[in-house]
C-alpha cells in the first residue's frame, strides 16, 4: 500500500512561490503509474491541479495553473514536486498527493479525475492579498 506524505505547505503574499514535496513509500516508484496533486478550498469541490505518469515522465497541468505550476519527480528520492509560482489568493486550499498503480485503460493517468487509490494528509497553502 502506498504511503504519501506532503509538505512544503505555508503562506505567502501574492505572487510568491512555493514548492510542495510528496514522499512516496510503501511500494516500488517506479511500480506507481500515476502521482498527481489536487487541491480542494473549503466550499469547493477537490479540483486536479497536474499529474505526472511516473515511468515516462508524461505530466498533465490543469488550465487555472498552466504557466505558473510545474509538476517534476525524483525517482532516486520516491518523490514529486509541485512548484507553485506566481501564487494568486485563489490558489489558497489544502494540497494533496495522490498516487495511482493502475494504469487506465486508454491512457496513462486517471487525472484530472480523482480516481487515484491512496492519498496523503494534505499541506495547506494560504495565499494572501
Known amino acids: 500500500q502506498v504511503h504519501l506524505v506532503e509538505s512544503g505547505g505555508g503562506s505567502v503574499q501574492d505572487g510568491g512561490s512555493l514548492r510542495l514535496s510528496c514522499v512516496a513509500s510503501g511500494y516500488r516508484y517506479l511500480d506507481i503509474n500515476c502521482l498527481g496533486w489536487f487541491r480542494q478550498a473549503p466550499g469547493k469541490e477537490r479540483e486536479g491541479v497536474a499529474a505526472?505518469?511516473?515511468?515516462?515522465?508524461?505530466?498533465y497541468t490543469a488550465d487555472s495553473v498552466k504557466g505558473r505550476f510545474t509538476i517534476s519527480q525524483d525517482d532516486a528520492k520516491n518523490t514529486i514536486y509541485l512548484q507553485m509560482d506566481n501564487l494568486r489568493p485563489e490558489d489558497s486550499a489544502m494540497y494533496y498527493c495522490a498516487a495511482e498503480p493502475i494504469r487506465p485503460a486508454g491512457g496513462y493517468c486517471p487525472f484530472p479525475r480523482d480516481d487515484f487509490a491512496a492519498w496523503g494528509q494534505g499541506t495547506q497553502v494560504t495565499v494572501s492579498s
Open positions: 505526472i505518469y511516473a515511468r515516462g515522465g508524461l505530466k
